[in-house]
């Protein structure tokens, strides 16, 4: 009997050890199928129909243990789980809001409405909505660093994508601090290794073409605009740095297919535009990248099916059947980079330039600390008279962002001319020029 009941925990063990030894997984979220392929990869196995969803679903996102289903239609939150497909939660939405991209943030998830121009904030552990704010006209894409949320505003396409924008929002008040405006159609927002955010602009998918807008967060401004052409959709960022953008592509009639194009986020340098695409399938539309096997996959809507690609020479190595209308992809445990990494602090006590330079009205300073640090930010004029001291005290380690609205420490206005910020810590002194322009 001893030699029986071994064996017969060991039959009901093994299971689950090829369950949990399956390494990644891939889930791709079928449109018009309204459900979820599970694709395993190193053993080539395909699950359709893993799971249900609405009737329009538009995104899909992990939270902890969780699948995280944005529907427009009805306008909810799904909470599945990755083991069965099992629906375990759904959080009702606004009716008509039409939600269209999330980002997870921690215990913070926020989600875009596409009709009711707002961004959402949702509690992660009681799955509940907490908060919501104005972003703008047909917000789509959505992403944070440590202090703010980042939002594109498409500007909606009954007017011609006019104006495109970010909005940025703090994260602490759920506020909005500024607009910055980009190329035509901004939709999804993806990180490079250097910390700045790059922003896809799809384009008027007539006279104008694709660029990437890049966001210097330390500067709160657009760096710079790269072109791409064509009309891309997704935009994905490796830790490397390689930057991929699918475009759904065209049918002639006699054939399919979608492009490929990619940019390097470190020299900017593009390698394949809409002038030279790599051709891939019909319908390209979501992306995910394994980093431990270095494959690419994307979705092809129009084909019904997922491409496996390598990276190196855009091989397709493998092509696997999904379900009706793939549109997004999740790849299950994918090693992630936290924002801590992508935005890490400097070593040293640091002062960046405000923004804007010049300014009229006012303007923010931004410190960062790598460890708590009694802080003295202060204003002088260009005799070094003392004008105001905007902060003197104790900060917590991270970001900080302070205004000066050009007032003296008797609330009056000072003129226009050239001021100097000074910030002393425990690390030494910083100082950085300001042009107030009245």
């Keep these: 009997m001893k030699h029986l009941h071994?064996?017969?925990?060991?039959?009901?063990?093994?299971?689950?050890?090829?369950?949990?030894?399956?390494?990644?997984?891939?889930?791709?979220?079928?449109?018009?199928?309204?459900?979820?392929?599970?694709?395993?990869p190193e053993s080539g196995q395909v699950i359709?129909?893993?799971?249900?969803?609405?009737?329009?679903?538009?995104?899909?996102?992990?939270?902890n243990d969780h699948i995280l289903i944005l529907n427009s239609t009805p306008?909810?939150?799904?909470?599945?789980?990755?083991?069965?497909?099992s629906r375990i939660n759904v959080l009702n939405l606004t009716a008509g809001s039409n939600p269209y991209a999330m980002h997870v943030?921690?215990?913070?998830?926020?989600?875009?409405?596409?009709?009711?121009?707002?961004?959402?904030?949702?509690?992660?552990?009681?799955?509940?909505?907490?908060?919501?704010?104005?972003?703008?006209?047909?917000?789509?894409?959505?992403?944070?660093?440590?202090?703010?949320?980042?939002?594109?505003?498409?500007?909606?396409?009954?007017?011609?994508?006019?104006?495109?924008?970010?909005?940025?929002?703090?994260?602490?008040t759920f506020t909005p601090v500024d607009t910055l405006e980009v190329s035509a159609n901004p939709q999804r927002l993806a990180w490079a290794p250097d910390g700045k955010l790059h922003v896809l602009c799809t384009g008027n998918y007539a006279s104008i073409a694709g660029h990437i807008s890049v966001i210097d967060?330390?500067?709160?401004?657009?760096?710079?605009?790269?072109?791409?052409g064509g009309a891309p959709g997704h935009l994905l960022i490796t830790p490397n740095g390689a930057g991929y953008l699918s475009d759904y592509g065209q049918d002639t009639g006699e054939e399919t297919f979608g492009f490929l194009y990619y940019y390097h986020t470190g020299n900017l340098n593009v390698t394949y535009s809409?002038?030279?695409p790599v051709p891939v399938g019909y319908g390209a539309m979501g992306m995910a990248y394994d980093s431990t096997r270095n494959r690419l996959y994307l979705a092809n809507?129009?084909?019904?099916?997922?491409?496996?690609?390598?990276?190196?020479?855009?091989?397709?190595?493998?092509?696997?059947?999904?379900?009706?209308?793939?549109?997004?992809?999740?790849?299950?445990?994918?090693?992630?980079?936290?924002?801590?990494?992508?935005?890490?602090?400097?070593?040293?006590?640091?002062?960046?330039?405000?923004?804007?330079?010049?300014?009229?009205?006012?303007?923010?300073?931004?410190?960062?600390?790598?460890?708590?640090?009694?802080?003295?930010?202060?204003?002088?004029d260009l005799s070094?008279?003392?004008?105001?001291?905007?902060?003197?005290?104790?900060?917590?380690?991270?970001?900080?962002?302070?205004?000066?609205?050009?007032?003296?420490?008797m609330k009056q206005p000072v003129p226009s001319g050239i001021y100097f910020a000074t910030m002393h810590t425990g690390s030494g002194t910083q100082t950085i020029k300001m042009h107030l322009i009245r």
């Design 6 to 40: 071994r064996y017969l925990v060991l039959a009901l063990l093994i299971p689950c050890m090829l369950f949990s030894q399956d390494g990644n997984s891939l889930f791709v979220l079928n449109g018009n199928g309204q459900t979820i392929t599970k694709v395993l």
């Design 105 to 172: 943030d921690g215990d913070d998830i926020y989600l875009t409405g596409l009709v009711s121009n707002r961004l959402y904030k949702i509690n992660g552990p009681s799955m509940t909505l907490e908060d919501s704010v104005g972003a703008g006209v047909a917000p789509q894409g959505v992403s944070t660093d440590r202090e703010y949320i980042y939002v594109t505003s498409t500007g909606g396409w009954q007017n011609n994508y006019t104006p495109s924008t970010v909005h940025i929002i703090e994260k602490t």
């Design 301 to 380: 809507f129009g084909d019904d099916r997922v491409q496996e690609i390598d990276p190196r020479d855009f091989s397709v190595t493998h092509s696997y059947q999904a379900g009706d209308g793939p549109q997004e992809l999740l790849l299950w445990n994918q090693p992630t980079t936290a924002i801590a990494d992508r935005q890490s602090l400097p070593e040293f006590s640091t002062l960046s330039q405000n923004h804007p330079n010049p300014f009229n009205s006012k303007t923010r300073l931004k410190v960062q600390l790598p460890r708590p640090e009694e802080v003295t930010l202060q204003v002088f």
């Design 274 to 276: 809409s002038s030279n």
């Design 217 to 228: 967060p330390a500067e709160i401004a657009v760096d710079t605009t790269v072109f791409i």
């Design 48 to 63: 359709q129909e893993f799971a249900a969803t609405r009737d329009i679903p538009n995104d899909i996102a992990r939270y």
């Design 75 to 85: 306008a909810s939150l799904d909470i599945i789980s990755p083991t069965d497909g």
């Design 384 to 409: 070094g008279s003392p004008v105001t001291t905007i902060l003197s005290g104790a900060l917590p380690e991270g970001v900080h962002t302070f205004t000066w609205n050009g007032l003296n420490d």
